[in-house]
């Protein structure tokens, strides 16, 4: 059911908090009465300023405890728990927000007379909560009234976002309104590990964002330590082995990815040492060039498309740590055998993030700081699919999204594996990595995921 905002809205919440001081404080007044009468008609001696003093201290009491209380429930309680009373408080909330962000920015009018200053036109604004699902849906007016452009030009959306911490997922226009969706609770979209469903071209990330990899072709995951990069990249990786069989891993760190070459999924396809790492990629490289021929021979007859219309699977290199990776080779001997692969590796590197979408050659990328001198430009602006774990710094977010204007928040204090990310140019979002179980085990996981492979060659 949707709830119609009003001007005094803007002050629902501190209204409730009042009144319900107010509420207590009547019932103290009452219940000390009737015991006043109670005792009195009992025949017991008081003195009246006795009586006062108390009634005084328990006044005093009660209301700092009920104010105190409150103040809690209000911004507490919607927080931790998931029932009736935190939904109420979490509508009263958005309510105040909804009518506040009208207010502040002055989109209503207004007229004055002798008697002062009066509303003439207040926005019909309406939305819900569909708490089951973490959204929030508004109504808002295109009605040819003087505010109509703070909507229609998509200004109160960006300050719902902003205040309410909560992301655009779409935008729906009809006659005389525009109908926004926003999630307001990531961490109702998280999914899973047993829900991730990855099918070609789609790879599961959150409830209402994949990674369509031939339209957002390559992939960046950066985070610091600790914040949830690996299992975020765990869960990408058993995913993909569900839709091809052709994906090699680069671990330099040798970190628990490079362990994977212990498992019949990844066996001979995972690599940590230098100078392999260099030869393989070069080896992704040719492969990628063989099709190309392969593709280039086909469309001679006038055929038309992509990779995948030629019934070819699409491979992934999945490079972890890549910072590492350029820092020790560049601390190569220049002109030594190992320092010529290197640069081999970088250019194929380049070809493959250009050439690769066409092709079906995709490349992840896993580092900590994604700066231009461990990430060549080149490269990163081939990277569609952008993710970062954790709140990143201004630096970074720079690096990432130079065009985003929201505010990135923490999502969470306790939990891990929460980011932001941006699929191509759409909006940043906020998102929580599938979560994986207590007691996750990443090499039988890795094989049931393989195992779920149609062709399992
Ligand atoms: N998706 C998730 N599901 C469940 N727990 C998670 C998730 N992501 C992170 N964690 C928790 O956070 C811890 C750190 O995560 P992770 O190892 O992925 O961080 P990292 O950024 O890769 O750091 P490091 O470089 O030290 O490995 C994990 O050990 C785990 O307890």
């Known amino acids: 059911m949707y709830r119609k905002i009003k001007y005094g809205d803007q002050y629902f919440a501190r209204t409730l908090f009042i009144r319900s001081l107010l509420f207590i404080s009547f019932s103290l007044l009452l219940i000390n009465t009737f015991m006043l009468f109670l005792l009195l008609s009992m025949r017991i001696n008081l003195s009246i300023v006795m009586v006062s003093i108390v009634m005084l201290i328990e006044f005093a009491v009660v209301l700092s405890f009920a104010s105190h209380f409150l103040q809690r429930l209000y911004t507490e309680y919607p927080k931790t728990h998931d029932n009736w009373l935190s939904h109420y408080i979490a509508t009263v909330e958005v309510q105040q927000i909804l009518s506040k962000l009208v207010s502040s920015k002055g989109a209503y009018e207004t007229n004055s007379d002798d008697k002062g200053e009066y509303i ?7 939305f819900k909560l569909l708490h089951a ?21 998509g200004q109160y959306d960006k300050l719902i976002e902003t205040s309410l911490l909560a992301d655009l997922q779409n935008t729906a226009s009809s006659k005389g309104k525009i109908v926004s969706t926003f999630a307001f609770d990531p961490i109702k979209f998280r999914l899973q590990l047993a829900d991730l469903a990855p099918k070609k071209g ?10 369509k990899y031939d339209k957002f072709y390559n992939m960046l995951i950066a985070g610091n330590v600790g914040t949830g990069k690996s299992y975020t990249l765990f869960s990408i990786l058993g995913q993909l082995l569900v839709v091809t069989k052709f994906v090699t891993v680069f671990d330099p760190k040798k970190s628990d990815l490079a362990s994977l070459k212990y498992t019949k999924a990844l066996e001979g396809k995972v690599f940590s040492d230098n100078t392999e790492i260099n030869e393989q990629v070069h080896v992704f490289y040719e492969e990628m060039m063989q099709r190309a021929e392969k593709m280039e021979n086909i469309k001679k007859s006038g055929k038309l498309g992509a990779y995948m219309d030629f019934n070819f699977a699409p491979h992934f290199m999945f490079f972890d740590e890549f910072g590492a990776w350029r820092e020790r080779n560049d601390a190569l001997k220049f002109g030594s055998p190992e320092y010529d692969g290197y640069q081999t590796a970088m250019s194929n590197l380049l070809e493959i993030a250009m050439l690769g979408r066409e092709l079906g050659f995709y490349i992840i990328v896993g580092m900590q700081r994604p700066s231009a001198d461990s990430l060549p430009m080149a490269i990163r602006n081939q990277l569609n699919f952008k993710m970062v774990m954790g709140v990143p710094t201004p630096e970074i977010s720079k690096m ?28 940043v979002r906020s998102f929580f990595a599938p979560e994986m179980p207590k007691g996750f085990n990443l090499h039988e996981w890795i094989e049931m995921m393989n195992s779920q492979r149609k062709d399992k060659k």
Do not use: C, H
């Open 133 to 153: 699902t973490g959204q929030l849906v508004v109504e808002e007016p295109i009605d040819a009234e003087k505010s109509m452009d703070f909507f229609a030009s």
């Open 202 to 211: 789609t790879l599961n990330v959150m409830r209402g964002i994949d990674w």
């Open 400 to 427: 990432l999204f130079p065009d985003n204007q929201k505010d990135l928040r923490a999502l969470s204090q306790d939990l891990k594996g929460w980011g932001f990310l941006q699929s191509g140019n759409d909006q």
């Open 120 to 126: 003439t036109y207040y926005p019909k604004i309406k």
